[in-house]
Structure formats: structure tokens, C-alpha cells
């Protein structure tokens, strides 16, 4: 069983794809389920900021670089985790709360999960746009994914602080949800570093033990050319 997909025939639209256009009916009805009548209203609103770009971005290059469905699966994942911190602010997502009390811990520790997330679930679709777009090469895509990925998350903590004090100070407090936490940054980047080393690590063993074949990622090139000539 391998665990990538062809993209090579993938359609220019993606209707015709019932996979994806299930994940994106299922986010569809949790975004609105997140947007409706979140706890707080402004913090909500701060929170899809960064997503609507992503998602901006995603539709906009789907003709030029469609994912595989392993990608999107991961994307997915992780949007959905997102909004469902965003409905209720991380720091007071009613999961987190309940495997605090049950683990005796000191925080909701959602947002942690959140962020080490952000560099487990990420880290295959960053590699797949770099093996398909820069080096075919499955170890240096990897650590390139690696770093991007850490880059990544500590620009969202920094733009996350500015964004929080221009555009409300008051309510900049629950969107960082630091819950008192002085080095709550530095350990959520910390946290997406470890997420990122461990997808790296399981996606180089996939790959050397022939679970994941990366010659079912042809270069995006390759795809828009097909399409040109078809």
C-alpha cells in the first residue's frame, strides 16, 4: 500500500475530484459551524485572517500545483483543528479543559497541540510542493520543509503579536492565549519544530522502505504542460 497519490491526472478543476470536494463540503460545514456565534466574536475574526489567505492561496494555485489527496487530507486536519480554536479561543477549548483536569495540568494545552500540529500535518505538503517545484531529492525537500515550516511559525507568532496590538490590544490578550505564560511563544515554535522533526523522520523511513513513493509527484511542469497540450 503506498501512501501517496498520482497527481499527474488530476483534472484542472477540481469537481470532478468527489475526495476533495467531500473535504472541502465537511470544512465548509465546520467553518460555519465555528462562525457562528463564537465566544468571542473579535478574537474569531482575528483568527481566520491568516486562514482565508491560506485558503486564498490554495484555490488560486490549485490549476498550477494540485496537491495529492495525502496533502489535502493534512490540510484539512489542521484547518479544522484551527477552527475549532478559533470558535471557542484556544485557551478555552472545553477538549482542552477536560484533559487538564483529567491529567491534573496546569493550562489547556490545546493551543500546544495546535502548534505541534502546525509542523506534523504541514510539514508533507510543504515537502510535496518542494520535491514537485525545487529538488526531487527526498532528504534535502524534507529538511527544506523543515526549515520553511519553522520559519513559518515563528513569523505567525510575530505576526500574530503585531495584528493583536494594532488592531485591539484588549482583545490581543485571549488571541495570544498565553494563559500567563511568559516563554509561551518560544515553546510553541519549540513544539512545531518537534512536530515537523518527527513527520520528517516518518516520511524518510516511508520513503526508504518503499511506503511512499515520490515518482507519483511529477513536477508541477510537467502537469501544466500535459494541460497545455491536451
Known amino acids: 500500500m503506498r501512501l501517496s497519490s498520482a497527481v499527474s491526472d488530476i483534472p484542472a478543476v477540481f469537481w470532478p475530484r468527489r475526495f476533495l470536494v467531500g473535504l472541502v463540503a465537511t470544512y465548509a460545514v465546520v467553518w460555519v459551524w465555528a462562525a457562528w456565534a463564537p465566544i468571542y466574536r473579535f478574537d474569531w475574526f482575528l483568527e481566520n485572517i491568516l486562514t482565508t489567505i491560506t485558503l486564498v492561496v490554495l484555490v488560486a494555485s490549485y490549476r498550477r500545483l494540485p496537491l495529492s489527496d495525502i496533502s489535502y487530507i493534512l490540510l484539512f486536519l489542521f484547518l479544522v483543528l484551527h477552527a475549532v480554536g478559533g470558535h471557542y479561543t484556544y485557551s478555552e477549548v472545553p477538549v482542552g479543559f477536560w484533559v487538564q483536569e483529567a491529567l491534573g495540568l496546569a ?12 509542523g506534523f ?91 511512499l513513493d515520490d515518482y507519483l509527484l511529477p513536477p508541477a511542469s510537467q502537469i501544466r504542460r500535459k494541460r497545455h497540450v491536451s
Not at 111 to 116: A, G, P, T, W, Y
Not at 135 to 155: D, K, Q, R
Open 107 to 118: 493550562r489547556n494545552h490545546f493551543d500546544r497541540l495546535v502548534h505541534f500540529s502546525f
Open 121 to 211: 500535518l504541514l510539514l508533507y505538503p510543504m515537502r510535496e510542493v518542494i520535491i514537485r517545484s525545487v529538488t526531487h531529492n527526498s532528504f534535502h525537500a524534507g529538511l527544506f520543509a523543515v526549515c520553511i515550516n519553522c520559519t513559518g511559525s515563528g513569523l505567525f507568532e510575530i505576526i500574530e503579536m503585531i495584528i493583536a496590538m494594532i488592531v485591539n490590544p484588549e482583545a490581543g490578550i485571549a488571541y495570544l492565549g498565553t494563559q500567563g505564560d511568559e516563554w509561551d511563544a518560544q515553546k510553541d515554535m519549540a513544539l512545531a519544530f518537534a512536530g515537523s522533526l518527527i513527520a520528517f523522520a516518518l516520511i524518510e523511513l516511508a520513503v526508504r522502505t518503499g511506503l
